[in-house]
């Protein structure tokens, strides 16, 4: 069966980006999947912009102090160091707000795309705005660069040196923890490597160390200097070094493209075609642009089997839906509490592996809780959820959301505290979204706006989604079917 370029170009929108934006409507017909990726590459060209969301406070603790690290421990009192813990949440609750209303609205789609896939695969939890802020500059810069690169900076990043404790890793008293996952989960994957490779590894890594601003330290008086052997070389090594020896594996290119192919492809690995692509990465010396090019210009990745096959993660079902539906939201944090209640915080992965994706995104509630947004959306309607009590992942408001007795308030500082009961309060803008239907025929409303906005059949009825629609007029009837559609099962899938 022929598919047609609409589909394709949605399915290409959806997976080397967060979904069609509502402008590019009139455009899904009329290009092929190449000339769009091709436009979807050039504006993605540009050197993204630092990523700068810190207080004011929290800048001021930093200027001008030397050693900053044992005069913050010793010095700030006990006030002051409360208010720099929550200036900090507060600091990765306004990063976690940019990036998505980055994603929302940005150009560069297939950048930010990739740099949602790196913030999967090098994932970190850190309350630290400064580190995360770095960290995620990393990834949006090095997103269709060179894996290499990327790889050697996000390890020297202060946020992944503290999160894999490799501050504790110093010689005589080795902590292994930073050379086992560099090893497991960002390079070679489990299984390709022993133990006495990661006690060598982490041998090498000694000394790497990160000062209170975020800057990579090398201390060399606490580094192992000695020989080690790693995957079967011999030498001084030191951190560097190893992470040279790991990118000489080509099971590091086989690694990464085979999650990648998950990730933007299929969940159903084909080995085939896997290693065809690391074979292409490994001799490109890593290059992740010409890696998606593969991808996403070859005749298979727009094969039926592939279309649809991919459940929405949380956060590219947010996006999307506000990308087709452009809005306002007077309460932009009720978002955060959706990414909660879904399974997907930005900036808190569930642990180092980051998030499993695929089904694990879906259970009862998920799925319920999924199908509901676009009516809180549209309506003034009460988000009333009790999102697991996980703390990391309240910024530390736990006990503040523990007095179910009193009525819960949104709290002028942020953070988690009263976010059970909220409303998203979004004015949506129609006008583009009217636009792209003005020429279809009455009759044939519904069928053209299940095409645009389902990448898999709909096993609801045209007569059962009517039946829920306002039909005393065109513009009514186009904004009930659609948030009617959106509300089913089929969206779910991209």
Avoid at 25 to 47: E, G, M, N, W
Avoid at 220 to 241: I, P
Wanted: net charge positive.
């Amino acid at each position: 069966m022929s598919l047609s370029n609409q589909l394709k170009n949605q399915h290409l929108l959806w997976r080397a980006g967060f979904g069609p934006a509502v402008e590019q409507l009139p455009d899904l017909s009329k290009y092929t999947p190449k000339q769009f990726y091709k436009a979807l590459v050039k504006a993605s060209d540009k050197k993204p912009e630092y990523i700068d969301v810190a207080d004011d406070y929290l800048k001021g603790l930093l200027m001008g102090i030397e050693e900053v690290g044992r005069q913050q421990k010793k010095e700030l009192d006990p006030e002051q160091r409360k208010m720099a813990q929550q200036k900090n949440r507060e600091g990765v609750r306004n990063l976690n707000m940019y990036w998505m209303h980055e994603m929302v609205n940005t150009s560069s789609q297939l950048r930010e795309k990739m740099a949602f896939f790196w913030h999967g695969h090098f994932a970190c939890r850190n309350l630290n705005v400064f580190f995360q802020q770095g960290l995620l500059d990393v990834i949006r810069r090095n997103a269709l660069g060179n894996f290499g690169t990327m790889l050697k900076e996000v390890s020297k990043t202060a946020a992944m040196l503290n999160f894999l404790n490799n501050q504790q890793n110093r010689k005589d008293h080795p902590n292994e923890n930073f050379a086992r996952e560099v090893m497991e989960l960002f390079t070679l994957g489990r299984g390709n490597y022993t133990e006495n490779d990661i006690k060598e590894a982490a041998r090498a890594f000694t000394g790497w160390s990160s000062n209170i601003k975020g800057e990579f330290v090398f201390r060399k008086f606490q580094h192992d200097a000695g020989s080690k052997t790693v995957l079967g070389r011999t030498g001084n090594f030191e951190g560097g070094d190893v992470l040279n020896i790991l990118l000489e594996e080509k099971q590091t290119a086989r690694y990464i493209s085979q999650k990648i192919y998950k990730f933007f492809v299929n969940e159903k690995p084909d080995a085939q075609k896997i290693e065809w692509l690391a074979d292409r990465f490994y001799k490109s010396d890593y290059d992740i642009a010409k890696l998606m090019e593969d991808i996403f210009t070859s005749d298979w990745f727009y094969e039926e089997k592939n279309i649809g096959a991919q459940i929405k993660s949380p956060v590219e079902l947010l996006v999307g839906i506000q990308r087709m539906l452009p809005m306002k939201l007077e309460n932009e944090e009720a978002l955060m509490l959706l990414q909660r209640v879904l399974g997907q915080l930005l900036f808190y992965p569930p642990n180092v592996a980051g998030w499993p994706g695929g089904k694990t995104w879906i259970d009862s509630s998920s799925l319920m809780m999924r199908m509901r947004i676009p009516k809180l959306i549209n309506d003034v309607d009460e988000m009333n959820v009790s999102p697991k009590d996980d703390d990391d992942n309240m910024m530390g408001m736990k006990d503040a959301n523990a007095q179910g007795k009193r009525k819960p308030v949104v709290p002028q500082g942020g953070g988690y505290a009263g976010m059970r009961r909220q409303q998203i309060n979004a004015n949506v803008d129609w006008s583009l979204y009217l636009k792209g239907f003005e020429s279809v025929e009455r009759e044939k409303l519904t069928d053209a706006m299940l095409a645009t906005l389902l990448q898999t059949k709909s096993r609801v009825g045209n007569d059962l989604i009517k039946k829920y629609a306002d039909e005393t007029g065109r513009e009514s009837f186009i904004k009930t079917v659609t948030l009617q559609i959106m509300s089913t099962p089929e969206y779910q899938l991209c």
